[in-house]
């Protein structure tokens, strides 16, 4: 009795080292191997939605998708099996979003039809959100979240000042264009307003009396002149932030105490006092 | 006699406090309150601009926009009795602001017909600019309006050069393409200029002849690579003045030599070795 | 005889003040009305070309035009008799400038029909290059002159890649793409590629086959991140320039030499060695 | 037999100066050559396929690609004999693309067809690779290729954000709007997420449902806003390494003190008033 659950701990414990290491060769391998069926079951449910690619091949993607369901059906029990505090894991975000990678496949049992189709599709499409989870890409957004975090504010208010002008111009478009222009209510003017301020410009709906291109003109003109404050404003956020950080870079530690950061031409160390020289 | 005016006196200082002040609770949740019903009053007139809903909900809509009538109305009064220079407010703009946009519904009683309905809608609109009165608003726009000041010659010049160059480049489009491309006029071809140069591109309007769309890549072209400097102009202004504030929040003078410039947690002088603190 | 030149030269002189002046009330306000009548001269051409108005006010648009004309006339007459070397401004690219603004409505006496219209409204337009001489303009265009000028290599390198690239990528799409998307021709593929490119995105031409917008995703994709490394170049160029000067502005003259543009903690003058505090 | 030896190693060593040569005239003046008859070369197969041009003159643009081609065959045979390395340079990456310039005409006698054609034009157009050769374009695109591969990191971390968010926005996308707006697969909606995230937008898909169009507007605004982020670090990345460049031009240490800092043009050492030079 006692070596089935010494062999099942070392079980657990060897599938932990595989599943949650990131340092470990196995570990590396394992998320290597994550990714690619990731990227493949994202890659897979892409093409469902290819009609000509479909009716081809249906027969062979749905094969695709039962391997990839037992695959991430056995790393969600392995999960499960191997962490120290399941309870935790499994309602935690990434647990939550392991069990509705594998729930749609089984779900397609009882659940049949056209509408629930679509349904299913939305939530497959949830798998995406198993890379956030990767080392690899964690790691490498750590950088753009922080860069993020750090221009929140002025985003923000870049974003309501965005919406504010654009309720706005829209209005003063609606109102001047009518619907001939396909200007027909004031939410679809302030879409046209949006897709024209952020320079996208489709041309699905775009003004054709004089005096709405005059004013499209004047929108376009001061829009792009007046859009260049806040991405001066965020530029020269990153622009100090990355000086400040360069120049500490650059300057030798104290001897006595060892604090970094000291102005090129500092005789003494900001900290102890020491003598740098 | 006394007692009713001392009465009033209490009244109009509570008021005063609610509506006017920004530190207290009360003034606070006034505030919060009004921004609600400013932002519902809007989005009430966007709904009654689109057709399906309209028809649908007509009835709730007038009910809506009557209630929110009234809570302007007693807004209204409120700030005139409370206020110590009424007049002032009266005629300023804030307070014709406040004043037109309760006008409509009761003008909506002496007269009717579709062709008013566009007008009173305009007019209905202005409630947004009661939105920059906002402590929230105001507060979080200095920034920007500062920046804006600050760089309003550099955009100024920005702007003056674009038309410049929209007249110039408008007109040997209108020579070059003529009519059959959509370059009806002189000033639509002006239009399409701005449409290309700030990258909007709607398609409206597009060179179909070869030397007319040569005219038109060497315009995008150039137009990329010129208008990069003139944002690069503004980003250095905000790159520079960031940058010197941030060395001067941080740049304490030492007190035995006067050096400045020391890291924001520095201890010792970096030129003389003197304690900071 | 002799009062007659004398009266002539001091005629000569008043008239030199007037129109080459820039420093006294007449030349200021000399130059201003001729800015009027040159935007005034621009904006009858602009309405000249649109149908509906110019059929409406054909004749009012002649007389205006004469006028104009007329002033042009006396102007450039005036400015060949007051100059003091007439022949070198005659032939001068100003003087050119100024004799072809007024020629077309002349040259209309003699030459008539349709085709002649276009050249003599394309001709008419020069008048705008009028504008590059008045001293509002050139004092205002100095500084962006400038900055284009230290930045040309950059730019000229910016497009340089721009045009290599868009001959490559144009080239990739005409084979993937064919002629059923619009990509008829490499001269047409190059102009999608370079639409595509600087955003500017019309709509007119743009892929149909998968690979085609698989391609033109990754150029997108591509594009955007590197367009921003010679856009980054760019302001990176004006941020440090004008950081400099910056610096340079905030440091007091020596005491001594008068030398400016000492580092912020400099003890002793870098020109003549003089003590600084 | 010795002399005909001696006379071909001088022929040898004469072709080696002009062919490989890039500081003398006559290397100068080959490379010169060269450049225009590439450029000829493309501009002659863009000419092929614009189809009123080929009709016209299909003979011509056939004997100008005959003398082009009989041109680059010379060059690669007197490249092959003049190099000290001949086998190196046959099976090198430019050695591989000049014979790939004149190949396609001698095949051209042996294969027929207009399937074959455009597999020609596609090889002809491989031609342009041999600009990449040439020693301006080399040494002009080195500054740009060291700013691309310094910030090679940041650039990929962009395009991979670009990417994650094209999947979701366009897998939202697809399941939100359906295929009556354009969207008719995921890979489909991903090209119309990456039209709009780049403002290029084309048009060709366009949201029409009001939910759809709300998802797009806070697409863009978003996607407006974080994306000035990368930006934001790539220019300052290259204005901190630039200010870094031109402080330290301007820095020549004291030789008394060792103090470092003084602008370009000191005499004396701000901080103990040495003589500098």
């Not at 599709?121 to 990767?134: D, G």
Request: net charge positive.
């Amino acid at each position: 009795m006692k070596t089935i659950k010494s062999k099942f701990e070392s079980f657990r414990q060897k599938t932990n080292v595989v599943i949650y290491g990131t340092n470990t060769a196995s570990g590396r391998l394992f998320d290597l191997i994550l990714l690619g069926i990731i990227l493949l079951s994202v890659f897979i449910v892409m093409l469902e939605t290819v009609k000509g690619f479909d009716t081809k091949y249906h027969h062979e993607l749905i094969v695709l998708e039962w391997i990839i369901t037992v695959f991430f059906t056995l790393e969600y029990i392995l999960r499960i099996l191997s962490i120290n505090k399941p309870i935790k894991y499994i309602f935690s975000f990434y647990g939550i979003i392991d069990l509705i990678a594998i729930l749609p496949m089984y779900l397609s049992f009882i659940l049949a039809g056209a509408s629930v189709l679509t349904v299913v599709r939305a939530i497959k499409l949830l798998r995406l959100f198993k890379i956030l989870k990767h080392p690899k890409f964690s790691s490498q957004s750590i950088h753009l979240k922080e860069a993020l975090i750090a221009s929140r504010g002025k985003i923000l208010i870049f974003i309501y000042f965005m919406l504010i002008s654009s309720i706005i111009i829209g209005s003063i478009m609606y109102v001047v264009e009518g619907e001939e222009g396909g200007f027909t209510s004031i939410p679809t003017s302030i879409y046209w307003t949006i897709v024209t301020l952020t320079t996208v410009g489709y041309g699905d709906i775009s003004p054709i009396t004089p005096l709405g291109q005059f004013i499209a003109s004047i929108v376009m003109i001061m829009g792009y002149g007046v859009i260049a404050v806040p991405t001066g404003i965020v530029t020269a956020e990153f622009a100090t932030n990355s000086l400040k950080k360069k120049v500490s870079d650059t300057t030798n530690p104290c001897p006595n105490c060892g604090t970094e950061g000291h102005v090129y031409n500092a005789k003494y160390c900001f900290h102890c006092g020491a003598n740098l020289k």
